[in-house]
């Protein structure tokens, strides 16, 4: 495989052609499976229940449930693709169980392509697949995630350590701010203080789009407009930089002696003995960027505010945190994940028909694993608007009603490192400090949808206490 690196005069015409190789197929739209074929849904146009996905999944997911029963469809732009909608574990177990020659994860998340690019894990389907994943999977098992702990915690520390006695702390800019430091520097491997200057807005603005954005990303026209070109002017700067950073890696003199993410990814070799090219290798960076920044620092945000909330539940926590008891806080992790949802579903691109739930699905459907129902299900989570870390201790949490991360052959690479990061997090909060919200803030905070992920409306708000002082 090419491991040449891109001149400057290319990056630009790389990341404009990544967005028209990666621009969704709008002429599938003419061969769609009949409405009468699928479950019921609703009859709005294509765009407008895409706005109702995007912007207000939180109420407009329940209420179809509610509409039309456990399974339904519905229509989303720019392709008028069709989603079919499960939530049950055992509907689940067959999403994530299913041949994944047919379940295909890449093609249902197309609409990540332009900025994830064609390579991305989450892209990617079946041989493609296994190669990518059996290239990546050494940088995240159980001896590389206890080698990355450290780190983790050093950064946390220098966080925490800032926030001063009585301050009120914006938790989700804090852990938005933290859990970038760690993918910047645990993943990315970049500690010079230059290049982490030119990468973080850069970053942010990736991070931090409009969910309208992402519905224009397969509309050529609009993106010489507004926030799309923006957007892609972003990609563009980001591209550059980290090619960059690619470059001078590849000939720096310690590679192996290094451990951070991509210092691995670039002694990796796959049966053939060929290594990952610059653009496989920017789009996998991308890829766990966008998938393991945002995503651990919103579920640190609502586990703060939780805490900060239910003084019962943080004094539990930190006494475990003063313990070293991991698993415990790994409940509160899982806990916030569970009743404040990151990410939606979990999609899948039929390309053959199958049958889910007793339900004959024709090819080219999209078959979504809720993530929104299946973790607020009174059937399958005791009283699930509570905030119970304990349910995952005392066996509670069946198999397939927790989902934040996947499942099956495509289950997140970076779960653990996400949990990992969590703790660590964690323990450094409690053991430093006690939290409260400012007054009247436990009723007033809801999610919002930024991007494709739910984040706290008003950005997770705890007031932070030195113990001790």
Known sequence: MATSTPSTTDHARITLRRFERMRPDRSRAARRPRATDLPPGPRWPGLVQSIALTRFRHRFVPALRRRYGDVFTISIVPEDQ????????????????GDPEVFHAGKGNAILGPVMGEHSLLLVDSSQHKRARRLLMPAFNGHALRGYEDLVSGLAKSEVGSWAHGAEVRALDR?????????????????????L???????????????????????????RLGPWKRTVDNQVELDRVIF?????????????HRTDVLSQLLRVRDEEGAGLGDEELRDQLVTLLLAGHETTATALAWALHE?????????????????GDADHLEAVLKESMRLHPVIPMVVR?????????GVDLPAGVTVAASILLAHADPEQHRDPEAFRPERFADGEVATNTWIPFGGGVRRCLGAGFSL??????????????????????????????????????????????RLGA
């Open 82 to 97: 069709q989603v079919v909608f499960f939530h049950r574990p055992e509907h689940v177990r067959e999403i994530f169980a």
């Open 175 to 195: 852990m938005n701010a933290l859990t970038l430091e760690v993918i910047l520097q645990v993943v990315f491997g970049v500690t010079d203080e230059a290049r």
């Open 197 to 223: 200057a030119e990468l973080r807005p850069l970053v942010n603005k990736t991070v931090d789009i409009h969910p309208i954005v992402f519905l224009g990303w397969g509309i050529p026209q609009l993106q």
């Open 244 to 256: 960059t950073e690619i470059a001078e890696r590849r000939r720096a003199t310690d590679l192996e």
């Open 307 to 323: 805490l900060g909330k239910d003084p019962a539940a943080q004094a539990r926590a930190r006494a475990a945190a003063i313990e």
């Open 349 to 357: 691109q039929l390309r053959a028909p199958a049958t889910v739930g």
């Open 420 to 465: 990992m990061e969590g703790v660590a997090v964690l323990r450094e909060v409690l053991t430093t400090h006690e939290l409260g919200l400012p007054e009247g803030e436990a009723a007033k905070e809801h999610p919002r949808v930024r991007n494709i992920t739910s984040v706290p409306d008003r950005g997770a708000r705890v007031v932070v206490r």
